[in-house]
């Protein structure tokens, strides 16, 4: 099993081990799948070993708003909650490029959770995490000027060329691409980015 950047995985008791060998699954999807829809009731969970995903939410008076995106190591609050309590999941995912990973169903996850103190605390400490992060995402949207938050996501990309577009960057800081462009204008004119076909600079 692939699950070495799981921080769980090397600590699990023998039989919570031997327990999970026979009951997962292995996975490859491609880029550009909706693993689930904000609605769905997940039946099994994701255990991502190689690729991303975002989590996204929607509504008929907003614009796709990105709660975050899912790296391997991790596991989903979204699916995780969905699953255990088989109620919708409050957001839809999308995989951001191909993936491979392990599923595990509803009864196993909850067998496993009875089984493993280990895997307990890990789903504990999960949502501790992803409300933090939540929590910074509210304080954002809700008192950041929206071209503060835009530098900001530009500086946190790993490259001065990046490559994205306006509706895309309009998804993860949940607005418009109408707006979004029109800052992006503002901030080029500054001298803060140049804009290219399907890519911003910084300068």
């Given at each position: 099993m692939?699950?070495?950047s799981?921080?769980?995985?090397?600590?699990l008791?023998?039989?919570?081990l031997a327990?999970?060998?026979?009951?997962?699954?292995?996975?490859?999807?491609?880029?550009?799948?909706?693993l689930f829809?904000?609605?769905?009731?997940?039946e099994?969970?994701?255990?991502?070993?190689?690729?991303?995903?975002?989590?996204?939410t929607?509504s008929?008076?907003?614009?796709d708003?990105?709660?975050?995106?899912?790296?391997?190591?991790?596991q989903?609050i979204?699916?995780?909650?969905s699953?255990?309590?088989?109620t919708?999941?409050?957001?839809?995912?999308?995989t951001l490029?191909?993936?491979e990973?392990?599923?595990?169903?509803v009864?196993?996850?909850k067998?496993l959770?009875k089984?493993?103190d280990?895997?307990?605390?890990?789903?504990?400490?999960?949502?501790?995490?992803r409300?933090?992060?939540?929590?910074?995402?509210?304080?954002?949207?809700?008192?950041k000027?929206?071209?503060?938050r835009?530098?900001?996501?530009?500086?946190?990309?790993?490259?001065?060329?990046?490559t994205?577009?306006?509706?895309?960057?309009?998804?993860?800081?949940?607005?418009?691409?109408v707006?979004?462009?029109?800052?992006?204008?503002?901030?080029?004119d500054?001298?803060?980015v140049?804009?290219?076909?399907?890519k911003?600079e910084?300068?």
């Amino acid at each position: 099993m692939k699950l070495s950047s799981y921080p769980f995985f090397d600590t699990l008791e023998p039989d919570a081990l031997a327990f999970l060998e026979q009951h997962i699954k292995p996975i490859t999807v491609p880029k550009n799948t909706l693993l689930f829809y904000q609605g769905d009731i997940c039946e099994n969970i994701l255990w991502l070993t190689n690729g991303e995903v975002r989590l996204y939410t929607q509504s008929d008076s907003i614009e796709d708003i990105t709660l975050y995106n899912l790296k391997a190591g991790e596991q989903c609050i979204v699916n995780t909650a969905s699953l255990l309590s088989q109620t919708e999941a409050v957001a839809s995912a999308e995989t951001l490029t191909d993936i491979e990973g392990y599923l595990i169903d509803v009864e196993s996850v909850k067998k496993l959770s009875k089984m493993s103190d280990i895997y307990q605390t890990y789903l504990f400490s999960l949502y501790q995490l992803r409300l933090e992060e939540l929590t910074s995402l509210i304080n954002d949207i809700k008192f950041k000027r929206l071209d503060t938050r835009i530098i900001e996501w530009l500086n946190k990309q790993p490259h001065k060329m990046i490559t994205t577009t306006h509706e895309k960057l309009a998804s993860e800081l949940g607005t418009s691409r109408v707006v979004v462009s029109r800052l992006l204008k503002e901030l080029e004119d500054k001298g803060v980015v140049v804009l290219h076909r399907g890519k911003i600079e910084q300068v």
